[in-house]
């Protein structure tokens, strides 16, 4: 058990879009705040303006920092100095500024300890841009500012089906030319620790999907699977990692054969995450793997079409929260369990009989 209810940071992203509202009408439920203490990187003054726009009975308690933390309550901790004008849904430099201001703000008190995950409200990736920020969204920054040398992998999950991408943020025409057989593998590798450490599936089974038509029909339609994603797959499952396919892409998902796997690798961005949010819009959940922090926001973006109308669903953002204690505790478990090994056991036959032996070699952690 935690020594103290987890302390999840929240962004509150785009403040022109649904992000206010979301957050808002998650910790609308005093059973949230049961369940941890949530801690709002944003503006107080921006967060009372969505609120009585779209009278939403949550109260907060402002925070001038993070020592300032109450339980039992929703805080939040002011990160801009200026005054800020809300213009629902509207895409504006100030909005994208203030996002930056939140997620800097929140990164910090992450490392300082102040906090034991992060959830993120959705971003605007035009307006987010700056000097400082030149990524191509979330997840890019998060692995350069507190990866630790780590590499991240995108996960879209709800429940049992989650879908990773090999080639993430990035125009499609470049995909072909970054798929390699060594970043396939690096991907493999990652999802699989994930599945394990984060999600506790002792021998998880990781579907891949091919890059071309129809697998590329032996060529025919594409040779990547032949040169690239097969001879990747089959040094992976050498080491242990049980990955299968290449499967054409086109039936996979509407045939439910990801039901019969742990996760599924897809070699671009909308190749996975278009079928799965016609899956699991509502409630999906982006999970950044492979980092040090524990990261995840809800499936959708800024929803600038309903922004201020009140009818912004808090699904997604609430099952976003869910996951990221979920694999927080999950962590914590196989951390303990790492330092505290089984004694190694072997039989020793003597005559007729077998008599099992305990390893008597002595190390450090003997007591």
Same mark, same amino acid.
């Given at each position: ?56 009975? #949550? ?11 109450? %339980? ?23 909005? !994208?500024?203030? &996002?930056? %201001? ?44 507190? +990866?630790? !040398? ?13 879908? &990773? ?53 032996? +060529? ?24 299968? !396919?290449?499967?054409?892409?086109? +039936? ?19 190749? !996975? ?16 793997? +492979? ?13 600038? %079409? ?53 390893? #008597? ?7």
């Amino acid at each position: 058990m935690e020594d103290h209810k987890i302390r999840v940071g929240i962004t509150h992203g785009d403040f022109n879009g649904i992000g206010y509202e979301v957050i808002l009408k998650t910790f609308a439920d005093p059973a949230m705040l049961e369940l941890c203490t949530p801690v709002v990187y944003g503006s107080p003054k921006v967060a009372a303006y969505h609120r009585k726009a779209m009278d939403i009975q #949550t109260n907060f308690s402002i925070c001038a920092s993070a020592a300032e933390i109450q %339980d039992g309550r929703l805080n939040i901790i002011n990160c801009s100095e200026e005054e800020l004008m809300v213009e629902l849904s509207k895409a504006t430099p100030e909005a !994208g500024k203030a &996002a930056l %201001d939140a997620l800097e703000k929140a990164l910090a008190d992450y490392r300082e300890g102040f906090i034991d995950v992060l959830v993120t409200a959705p971003i605007n990736k035009y307006t987010i841009q700056s000097d400082t920020f030149h990524f191509p969204g979330h997840t890019e920054y998060i692995q350069e500012r507190a +990866g630790d !040398g780590q590499k991240a992998l995108m996960i879209l999950m709800k429940g049992d089906l989650r879908v &990773a991408v090999t080639t993430g943020h990035v125009p499609l025409s470049q995909v072909p030319g970054m798929l390699t057989k060594e970043l396939i593998q690096e991907k493999l590798q990652i999802f699989h620790q994930s599945l394990r450490k984060d999600f506790g599936i002792d021998s998880p089974r990781i579907a891949v999907l091919s890059l071309n038509p129809h697998g590329g029909e032996n +060529g025919l339609l594409g040779t990547e699977e032949q040169e690239i994603i097969i001879p990747a797959m089959q040094e992976m499952i050498a080491k242990g990692i049980q990955c299968f !396919g290449p499967y054409p892409v086109d +039936g996979f998902m509407g045939s439910g054969n990801f039901c019969h796997f742990d996760g599924v690798l897809a070699m671009y961005h909308d190749q !996975g995450l278009a079928p799965f949010k016609a899956l699991a819009m509502d409630e999906g959940v982006n999970f950044t793997a +492979g980092l040090p922090i524990v990261r995840t926001s809800p499936a959708h973006g800024t929803a600038y %079409d309903i922004a201020g109308k009140g009818i912004a669903s808090e699904d997604s953002f609430r099952q976003a929260v869910y996951v990221a204690m979920d694999v927080f505790r999950n962590r914590k478990i196989e951390k303990e369990i790492s330092a505290r090994p089984l004694r190694k056991q072997y039989y020793e036959k003597r005559d007729d009989s077998d008599k099992l032996k305990l390893d #008597t070699i002595e190390d450090n952690n003997t007591l």
